[in-house]
């Protein structure tokens, strides 16, 4: 895996039962990944958990003690009782400082007037400290914490255009990763030598497959640094002459 700490670790967490009871599909994931790879990143790491306190303020707490994290949540910022997401990111983030947010109230005050209270209101519990992110559909605002913590709702077509605003912002140019690819017939084995030998500033992935003829695997080696990914890569090339086994190269993706 690819560890660079001068870039941004992202990850997602996607809150909602009905998502992992099948009622609702999941649309964030699939979304997030492509927008990121328009940039040249990646996600880190992704989480689908219900609307369980506990599991949310602890899946937080864990992707904010990893090496420099953006954090796209989304789900449970609303005013009913099974939307926790406010709360939990207090807890998490900021030691259960939990007040409400002058400016988010006034905005829900002028949308909804007097259908305000007694619930919507709610939505302006915030974490102390949060930035209000806004909302492209129906103003109800969002959140953010330290401009790395995203707290967004649920429904794609609010927080999916957040998703693109952020990005841009935090990432205005599109990162260069240099990509080499073979497919070698044999087994992924004869690679974990130098695989452990690999900086950590590299990506390696093998996808080994069983045929009729034999083992092959497909061997991917990235890096945002050109002449390292290639310095590696030529190292595998190496490896296989020496052996003397077959390979194909395959175009850079």
């Not at 992704?46 to 420099?68: C, H, M, R, Y």
């Not at 926790?84 to 905005?107: D, P, Q, Y």
Request: proline share 6%; hydrophobic share 40%; with cysteine.
């Amino acid at each position: 895996m690819q560890n660079n700490t001068k870039y941004p670790n992202f990850f997602t967490l996607i809150i909602g039962t009905e998502i992992l009871n099948r009622r609702r599909t999941d649309a964030h994931f699939e979304f997030v990944t492509k927008a990121l790879a328009e940039k040249g990143h990646k996600l880190t790491g992704s989480f689908i958990v219900e609307d369980d306190p506990a599991l949310i303020i602890q899946t937080i707490k864990f992707i904010a003690s990893q090496p420099n994290p953006v954090l796209f949540s989304f789900g449970g910022i609303g005013s009913t009782p099974d939307d926790h997401t406010r709360k939990c990111a207090a807890i998490a983030l900021r030691a259960g400082e939990f007040v409400v947010h002058k400016e988010a109230k006034r905005i829900i005050e002028e949308k909804l007037g007097s259908d305000a209270y007694p619930h919507p209101i709610k939505m302006a519990e915030l974490p102390k400290g949060a930035a209000l992110l806004d909302n492209p559909v129906n103003k109800m605002p969002a959140f953010s914490l330290d401009e790395r913590y995203f707290f967004m709702p649920g429904f794609p077509e609010m927080s999916h255009p957040m998703v693109i605003e952020i990005l841009n912002k935090l990432v205005p140019e599109k990162r260069e990763t240099f990509r080499y690819t073979l497919t070698a017939e044999c087994k992924e084995s004869i690679f974990i030598e130098l695989m452990e030998q690999t900086p950590n500033t590299v990506e390696v992935s093998s996808l080994p497959k069983r045929l009729d003829a034999g083992w092959s695997v497909s061997l991917s080696v990235a890096s945002v640094d050109k002449a390292l990914a290639q310095n590696v890569f030529d190292r595998y090339l190496s490896l296989l002459k020496t052996e003397n086994i077959s390979y194909t190269l395959e175009d850079k993706a």
